[in-house]
């Protein structure tokens, strides 16, 4: 539930990603494509926690890099605030034609901060109280949308340029949960693979509901598109949407404040101080507009972020040949 919840945010929930990343005319293919890989990534980065077993991401980072850590830290640090910007942003959009001055934002970020503090479990209880709601909301939407154009479901606009644009989409995805679920240490094999499957599902389901939604409508172009479609399907499909979208941006807010403090923590000052800053960082960066930073930053995260789950890949590699390594020196020492 925590990964579904830090991917279903304003961008996904409004479909307004889907749309900067894809473009118009959207293969359905592209659901089990990213599926796929948010499993992949999803068993790599749970993999990667319970074999470091550190609580912040910083120590993790200074496992898979050495002295270079700091790189990945500050790249991660950035992208947890580029979220954290996009989802006040989103917010403050969503209310403004009920409240004009832009507070909202603030407000879920200080309830953020305050859940953050708890640690994991704060945000994991969060999670698992609030995810299925939206499943379910999103899903009813979407199937509203259905009856209101053509229905596309073939794969004939399918080119192979999708396939690296949807690993990039799940890239950008995937970093902001990467500071929580690598600092998740006490999970068996069987827990990372069934977690992994669950999350990849869901997420593949909603992908192919949102994405034949909007392919039906050819409604591309709006800041939210989907809460667009939502009003076509009465007053009150347009306020459970509106809703929904709000209470995601919460849950992808939830992850990126819990990211910043974590690693915050007894390096900068208290906790107050930490999440005051935070919140006032964002705040600042959320001046540009919700399009405008989903627009311009995510793809670049996305791009950055596959250089970093590169790096996992080759940590978990070396982490797998080193007992093999050990085992044949071992083994040959009696015989010496």
């Known amino acids: 539930m925590l990964i579904v919840g830090t991917m279903i945010g304003a961008g996904f929930c409004s479909g307004r990603e889907i749309v900067s990343f894809f473009g118009s005319g959207i293969s359905i293919a592209v659901a089990p494509l990213c599926g796929v890989c948010i499993f992949v990534v999803c068993v790599l980065f749970l993999s990667i926690g319970s074999a470091v077993r550190e609580k912040s991401f910083d120590k993790v980072n200074s496992a ?38 832009p507070v909202c934002g603030i407000i879920a970020a200080v309830v953020c901060a305050v ?43 399918f080119r192979l340029r999708v396939i690296p644009i949807g690993i990039v989409y799940v890239s950008m995805n995937m970093m902001l949960a990467s500071t929580v679920l690598t600092t998740l240490g006490e999970l068996t094999r069987k827990q990372i693979v069934l ?8 997420i593949t389901v909603l992908l192919l509901l ?41 849950t992808t807010m939830l992850t990126a404040v819990g990211g910043l403090l974590g690693y915050m923590k007894n390096k900068v000052a208290g906790k107050v101080f930490n999440a005051a800053l935070v919140i006032i960082a964002g705040s600042i960066l959320s001046f540009l507009g919700f399009t405008r930073v989903v627009d311009l930053f995510y793809p670049l995260v996305g791009v950055f972020g596959l250089i970093y789950i590169v790096l996992c890949v080759r940590y978990v590699c070396r982490k797998k040949k080193a007992p093999l390594l050990n085992g044949t020196l071992t083994g040959a020492s009696p015989v010496v």
């Open 115 to 157: 859940i953050a503090s708890k640690g994991a479990k704060g945000m994991l209880d969060c999670n698992f109280l609030i995810v299925p709601f939206i499943i379910v909301s999103i899903a009813a939407v979407c199937f509203s949308g259905l009856g209101s154009g053509e229905l596309h479901t073939s794969l004939g606009n």
């Open 195 to 202: 977690g992994s499957l669950i999350a990849a599902g869901s």
């Open 210 to 250: 949102l994405i034949t939604a909007l392919n039906c409508t050819g409604n591309y172009a709006a800041e939210m598109p989907i809460l667009e479609i939502s009003a076509g399907g009465g007053k009150w499909l347009y306020v459970l949407l509106c809703i929904v979208t709000g209470v995601s941006i919460f």
């Open 64 to 101: 898979l890099l050495g002295k270079f850590h700091v790189i990945a830290d500050v790249f991660l640090l950035v992208n947890n605030l580029i979220v954290l910007s996009a989802m006040i942003a989103g917010l403050n959009s969503l209310v403004r034609p009920v409240i004009a001055f």
